[in-house]
């Protein structure tokens, strides 16, 4: 395996977030986490992972899907774009599901559910559809020939397991990122190079109930009532976050086989993701769009180290009011003590960037941009750029 400078990039990222729910419990209400004695808003490791993803995605051009509905994927596909009857398509997309070896599941109509799925979701690169489109039509003859049964299972499939597992085994730049889990089927699983915690405040936080009401418009303008269309609640919150994000260095280039500029510009992608992306839970009613007050980013060559634990004691506002600049300096004391009982060792590089006019100690060099910030980093981590290094 290609040897790494940096084995483990950091994030360790301050903050705020006005009056949002970003990520809601299966009741609508603020996710919380209780550290230090309080009550703290949080935010899921998988809310913010799947807009890293999907930012990531975009900045890329390159997609994953992860679904059960692979079936009905490839319907649209045969039917959309190479005009097949619709009935040839879904007949199409069921026996390829059905022969791989994840399988295939027939409605279950008492959930109201008319469409087939996979017991298991896959998660491969968009371009597998077309891939497994593809298989579909050397076996048309084979399909227009077969019947329409209420049960469907791999040995009745007319299309072969083994090309549609080995489509199923691909990856792209966001799989060997974020892993896969896809035990069916042999060699799938990838393990992921990316560790997300969850976020929490700084410090204790109150959820706070929001009562609104939706006008008739044809009520309000005929005035010959009282009373509104609708109405309901909603909890918010609002506080300063701690985030911290661990990219695998050793482990992206292992599963890339070693290649050095892709992991470098895959990091650079995940990196920006990282800093950039915002849950979007409530956005259109919240618009919580900040970005990191802090961001400080360190290199390893041995282990993780979080910084969660400098705020297991909450910090409290400044004198002027607002949590922001007693978090960087609750962040800043903890790095600068982690540091100190680590003897120094392991780390190779260090620096923050942030919209604090004062000098922060603790937490590396300052840079002017999170650019800046992220380029000094894979640096570190994988040396210079080939064109750089000529």
Request: glycine share 8%; charged share 25%.
């Amino acid at each position: 395996m290609t040897s790494v400078t940096g084995r483990f990039v950091e994030a360790h990222i301050i903050q705020a977030i006005p009056y949002a729910n970003l990520n809601r419990d299966d009741t609508n209400s603020v996710k919380t986490v209780e550290f230090g004695g309080v009550s703290r808003t949080r935010v899921s490791s998988q809310s913010w992972k799947r807009v890293m993803r999907l930012r990531l995605q975009q900045q890329l051009g390159e997609s994953a899907l992860r679904t059960r509905r692979l079936a009905e994927r490839i319907e649209r596909h045969l039917h959309g774009e190479l005009e097949w009857p619709k009935d040839l398509a879904a007949r199409a997309g069921r026996h390829i599901v059905a022969a791989s070896s994840v399988g295939i599941e027939p409605p279950k109509k008492e959930e109201g559910n008319d469409a087939w799925s996979s017991p298991a979701m896959v998660y491969v690169p968009d371009t597998a559809v077309a891939e497994l489109a593809k298989l579909a039509v050397e076996h048309r003859d084979a399909l227009e020939g077969v019947k329409d049964t209420k049960a469907l299972k791999q040995k009745d499939a007319v299309i072969p397991t083994a090309p549609v597992d080995e489509v199923l085994r691909a990856r792209n730049g966001i799989i060997n990122l974020f892993g896969r889990m896809l035990a069916q089927v042999d060699d799938a699983k990838v393990d992921g190079a990316v560790q997300v915690a969850h976020a929490f405040t700084t410090h204790g936080t109150d959820t706070e109930i929001d009562y609104f009401s939706a006008v008739d418009d044809v009520t309000a303008g005929w005035g010959d009532a009282t009373g509104s269309a609708h109405m309901g609640h909603a909890e918010h919150s609002a506080g300063v976050l701690y985030r911290y994000v661990v990219l695998d260095v050793a482990d992206l280039l292992h599963n890339l086989g070693g290649d050095t500029e892709a992991a470098r510009r895959l990091a650079a992608g995940f990196l920006d993701a990282v800093l950039l992306s915002m849950p979007g839970a409530k956005k259109n009613s919240t618009a919580p769009h900040t970005i990191p007050d802090l961001a400080h980013i360190c290199v390893r060559s041995d282990r993780p180290v979080s910084y969660a634990s400098a705020f297991e004691r909450p910090v409290r506002a400044d004198r002027e009011g607002g949590y922001v600049l007693p978090s960087i300096d609750a962040l800043a004391t903890y790095a600068e003590a982690a540091t100190r009982l680590l003897g120094g060792t392991g780390t190779l590089y260090g620096a923050h960037a942030s919209m604090a006019t004062k000098e922060i100690t603790g937490l590396g060099r300052n840079v002017d941009s999170f650019a800046d910030l992220t380029t000094g980093a894979i640096e570190a981590a994988l040396g210079p750029a080939a064109a750089e290094s000529a």
